[in-house]
Nanobody, 123 residues
Framework: QVHLAESGGGLVQAGGSLTLSCVAS????????LGWYRQAPEKQRELVAT???????NYSDSVKGRFIISRDNAKDMVTLQMNSLKAEDTAVYYC?????????????????WGQGTQVTVSS
């Protein structure tokens, strides 16, 4: 199993910055990707950003140019720098991880989730 410990959520003014961090433990040596999703009230969970162990990143269009995701493989840690925050960024942010598992002759990705941390942007 993989445990994800999140930190950094809180209240920030519009236009400000906030940094989220997540540390993986357990079978963290096998993690392929780390990242963040978010869910606002009455909305479905959506991608924010992910990063693979090789450094490939994937950002939601809504955060491109404002958020930066980075990863420290030695520390099994992923960081999300959130800049120029907007009210619409308000949501519960969930740390995400996946790892490859065997399924017969092939492999599949298995997902893991943190408990979530609240980010509130005031106008």
């Amino acid at each position: 199993q993989v445990h994800l410990a999140e930190s950094g959520g809180g209240l920030v003014q519009a236009g400000g910055s906030l940094t989220l961090s997540c540390v993986a433990s357990g079978n963290s040596f096998s993690i392929h990707a780390l990242g963040w999703y978010r869910q606002a009230p009455e909305k479905q969970r959506e991608l924010v950003a992910t990063i693979t162990s090789g450094g490939n990143t994937n950002y939601s269009d809504s955060v491109k140019g404002r958020f930066i995701i980075s990863r420290d493989n030695a520390k099994d840690m992923v960081t999300l720098q959130m800049n120029s925050l907007k009210a619409e960024d308000t949501a519960v942010y969930y740390c995400y991880a996946d790892r490859w598992l065997r399924a017969g002759p092939s492999q599949i990705l298995y997902d893991y989730w943190g408990q979530g941390t609240q980010v509130t942007v005031s106008s």
